[in-house]
């Protein structure tokens, strides 16, 4: 029998025992701090020297010199023709879809003149150059480079520079195929925290960017959030997460693979259901004994819904979604009659998939928003990786003559009442008749 928590909003101790479900403690243990901060200074100080030898000493393989390091992109086209043909389709696809729902979400500038002929507005220009982190070796995911890469083009950035690790030299060959349709420009075969420290700072051979984006392990997210502030990041990813709300009228087998399709990323990543109809939930459980054992992974999901899994049984479908407000999870299955309306009651989670048919697996690869998802509750407050990312926003003030005075006004007595005599005078010249 799988050993996955059964929890009751009727639980005297229900919000304790969610709390304690629900916490992450993503921060990196010291050790992992030092050993990050040595990696960044040793590349701030040495460069491509530095990258060498840690490219030598973490990824098992002998790079001569810095010229070793890089990728050229005619590598990625041979990827490309080397790879079957399903998966050449499968990418086009994907990456369509993708493109196509990047394209809703381009900003656009935009201004307004007022009366007196002054002109406000926002102008919206494109990063100038982003870093791409994507994992390497057989751990490697060519839908993150489709997801990364793809809106970034779509905002315009103009270089888009992708680092992947290589372990003992191996490259993955549809990691390199992704880059090729999606439009990476530079790919270099590092990885950890010395390709995030490279990124941010620059080296020899390896330029610096604006922001970096890509998911990682706890050596990469840890180098993120140090060189956050000389560069932008996305966000610091913890682990996966699903949360379905049911009411109990999908097929259990359904349901229990899509528990376990977050289960299988890792031992800590978390999968939860939540159904008004205790029947249903032990259906799911028994599903979950059935399916179990027919997974290639099935020891990492065990662990995972014995860890960090839950059946969380409610009064009703109102109390569902009051609970999953409450997790605000990244990805959300609202497998009930009409999801539309209950979508409409989510105000936290990072994706919504809807409906019955609706698998949380097509939003990993394919059904076209981004997968870069708010975890570990930070949807409250933050959203999905899109275009948006790879934009700025600049602000647009063109005062006419009669908006000077008038704003020369307002400025200067703002400005007298915080003691900036500067200000309130720099305003006040423009208070004069021409």
Not at 102 to 121: C, F, N, V
Not at 177 to 199: E, M, P, T
Not at 266 to 278: G, H, K, T
Not at 419 to 430: M, V
Request: glycine share 6%; net charge negative.
């Amino acid at each position: 029998m799988t050993d996955i928590r059964q929890l009751s909003t009727a639980d005297e101790d229900f919000q304790e025992q969610l709390d304690a479900l629900l916490a992450w403690e993503s921060v990196s243990d010291t050790a992992v701090n030092e050993t990050v901060n040595q990696i960044i200074e040793a590349i701030r100080a040495d460069g491509d020297q530095a990258l060498l030898e840690f490219t030598n000493r973490f990824d098992g393989w002998q790079a001569q010199a810095p010229s070793d390091l890089e990728i050229p992109l005619s590598r990625l086209q041979l990827a490309w023709d080397s790879i079957p043909a399903a998966q050449q389709q499968a990418l086009e696809i994907a990456t369509q879809r993708i493109r196509a729902y990047a394209e809703h979400q381009r900003m656009e500038p935009w201004s307004y003149t007022e009366a007196d002929g002054t002109l406000l507005g926002q102008q919206v220009t494109p990063l100038d150059r982003v870093g791409l982190y994507v994992p390497g070796g057989k751990a490697a995911y060519p839908s993150s480079v489709l997801m990364n890469a793809i809106p970034a083009k779509v905002a315009g950035v103009p270089e888009l520079i992708m680092v992947v690790p290589t372990p003992h030299g191996e490259l993955n060959e549809l990691v390199l195929a992704a880059a090729h349709i999606s439009g990476v420009d530079r790919v270099f075969a590092v990885g950890g925290a010395q390709a995030v420290a490279a990124l941010a700072y620059g080296t020899e051979s390896v330029p610096s960017v604006d922001k970096i984006v890509g998911p990682g392990n706890i050596y990469v997210a840890t180098a993120k959030r140090a060189v956050f502030g000389q560069v932008g990041i996305d966000m610091v990813a913890g682990p996966s997460e699903i949360l379905v709300v049911c009411d109990g009228q999908t097929d259990p087998d359904w349901i229990a693979m899509d528990l376990f399709s977050q289960a299988e990323h890792d031992e800590d990543a978390q999968s939860i259901l939540i159904c008004p109809n205790a029947a249903y939930l032990e259906q799911v459980k028994s599903s979950i004994d059935k399916l179990l054992p027919t997974m290639e992974r099935q020891e990492i999901i065990a662990t995972a819904l014995r860890i960090r899994g839950a059946l969380i049984q409610v009064n009703d479908i109102d109390e569902a979604v009051e609970v999953a407000n409450f997790i605000a999870p990244e990805h959300l299955e609202l497998s009930v009659q009409d999801p539309q309306t209950m979508a409409k009651q989510i105000r936290h989670a990072g994706a919504i998939f809807m409906g019955r048919y609706t698998a949380e697996a097509m939003g990993d690869y394919c059904a076209g928003p981004n997968h870069v998802l708010p975890t570990s509750r930070t949807a409250r407050f933050s959203s999905p990786l899109g275009v948006y990312d790879f934009q700025k926003r600049s602000s647009l003030i063109l005062a006419s003559p009669e908006g000077a005075a008038s704003m020369a006004q307002t400025a200067s007595v703002l400005a007298r009442g915080e003691g900036l005599t500067a200000h309130a005078r720099s305003a006040e010249y423009r208070n004069k008749p021409e």
